[in-house]
DNA sequence: CCATCTTACTTGAACTCTCAATAAAATGAA
DNA sequence: TTCATTTTATTGAGAGTTCAAGTAAGATGG
């Protein structure tokens, strides 16, 4: 007794994936073209600047990214490869790794961000009013089960 | 002079990113798990059974689907070795490959319908009220341009 | 203290996507 | 006609993701 989406929630929802699509699609080609790398290797070195002294156990960045540790077990290879990155052992605990974002990858981080943030305003916010741009964050956040509001 | 993302923008971006991100793997998993297939491979069979006569030139569907013709070339590649779409050339046009959906095709899919459906509801349209779908549509129309509200 | 379980992470293979190159047919201009 | 251009689609190589399997080290408990 499958419950079909109704014509509302098929308009929803075709329109949420081709957005989701289109969104990402662009982002990854700005970044590929203007800075070498794919959008999802921008986001780990995103957050590892973001972390104090600039690094992070690999399972905790996993988890901050919401990516498998196979993923960004070979994300962080070819981020090493790059230079940007650097694996550290962990003294306590020799099972952990940690990453951490080398001077030249923060460079690279840094020089990427404008051109970024301009696609992500481009293709996005500057779409969208003030409002639109609240609202989707409290629907965002009810998908991701943020029992907030 | 980069105009970076205030708090608002920061908080909504990354709940989208993540929501995204989420959507699509829980989607692609259950589809995978279940019928055997990505999601993108759904979506083509999908399209296609909406088709009249369940047919459609390579450069329609992949204009439909929002797809690169080399991704969809691929795609349908694998979906005619597991004999779910067949290729037929066209009789006007000798540069036309018709994409058409075959009974085989037609069943994998009937059969798959249900179950994602069911996740689509669970991982999205469970958590948000009517209203927020009703937003969500207007928000990502904005986005992909449609010029609509 | 040693066998077992769990945690942290890596690896390799299979698969998908992207990008650039190619091919072939239709179009159009001289 | 003829030759360049555009359209339609495919192909192959390189890169990224996934899944299952594997390694190594900490935790558990008899």
Known sequence: MTRWLDDDEQRTWRAFMATSQLVNEELDRQLQRDSGMP???????????????????????????NSSQSRLSHAVAR???????????CATDRRVSWAFLTDEGFAVLAAA?????????????????????????????????????
């Open 113 to 149: 961000a404008p051109g970024h943030t301009e696609a992500v305003r481009q293709s996005f916010f500057d779409r969208l009013t003030p409002e639109q741009v609240r609202q989707l964050a409290e629907i965002c956040e009810a998908v991701l089960g943020k029992a907030d509001s």
């Open 39 to 65: 959008h999802t290797y921008y986001v780990v070195l995103m957050k590892l600047s973001e972390a104090p002294d600039r690094m992070l156990r690999m399972s905790e960045l996993a988890m901050e990214l």
């Open 79 to 89: 981020l090493e490869e790059r230079g940007w990155v650097q694996r550290r052992p």
